[in-house]
């Protein structure tokens, strides 16, 4: 219910909810290596006590109004999501993000769902900027920004200490509503609703 098409192979954007907590420890334990790579995401979703805690903390950003985050199904399994991290729309603004699976890279499938929630924020929400944050070494995220028309504004260097130790400069590729393109996104959708 509420899922929103990715297209014709069938992919779709859903809420993931704290209901779904044993299918994003699944989804991670698949692809553990691969996401945790240059995100915590990995490293916070350990067991089914720290992946109900981690979706209970989106319904209380979405709750709130501060938050959002979607799964992306592929043949009916979990592999990947976007998200809003943050959320601000008395200041219009708003930062996306992502995470994919290794058995669904290259289908498009984060630029799809990308799409859809930075349309629903800017049309429906007001949302007049939209943030991507990135490892500078994670480029297929950088990729997505490109395809989404975003543009790199800078560099923050060594500003994201990741998990293992390492430390990552930090892209920081944006958006504003006057710029988005209507013909990139795939149609108007109320997602959030």
């Known amino acids: 219910m509420f899922a929103q098409s990715l297209g014709a192979d069938g992919a779709e954007l859903r809420?993931?909810?704290?209901?779904?907590?044993?299918?994003?420890l699944a989804h991670m334990d698949r692809g553990r290596d691969f996401i945790?790579?240059?995100?915590?995401?990995?490293?916070?979703?350990t067991d089914l006590e720290t992946?109900?805690?981690?979706?209970?903390?989106?319904?209380?950003?979405?709750?709130?109004?501060?938050?959002?985050?979607?799964?992306i199904w592929s043949d009916d399994t979990l592999v990947g999501g976007v998200l809003f991290r943050t959320m601000n729309l008395d200041q219009g603004t708003a930062e996306a993000g992502c995470w994919l699976?290794?058995?669904?890279?290259?289908?498009?499938?984060?630029?799809?769902?990308?799409?859809?929630?930075?349309?629903?924020?800017?049309?429906?929400?007001?949302?007049?900027?939209v943030e991507w944050q990135v490892a500078a070494g994670n480029e297929p995220s950088i990729a997505v920004a490109r395809r989404l028309g975003m543009v790199r504004e800078g560099v923050l260097r060594q500003a994201y200490r990741h998990p293992s130790g390492e430390r990552?400069?930090?892209?920081?590729?944006?958006?504003?509503a006057p710029d988005w393109d209507p013909e990139l996104s795939d149609s108007h959708h109320a997602i959030g609703r």
């Open 51 to 71: 992946s109900r805690a981690f979706l209970a903390s989106y319904a209380e950003k979405a709750a709130s109004d501060t938050g959002r985050i979607y799964g």
């Open 168 to 176: 990552h400069d930090i892209e920081i590729w944006s958006l504003l």
């Open 15 to 24: 809420p993931l909810e704290p209901w779904r907590a044993e299918e994003l």
């Open 101 to 129: 699976e290794p058995a669904a890279v290259g289908r498009g499938l984060v630029t799809r769902a990308s799409r859809l929630i930075i349309d629903w924020v800017i049309k429906e929400r007001g949302a007049h900027r």
């Open 36 to 45: 945790g790579r240059f995100i915590g995401l990995a490293e916070a979703i």
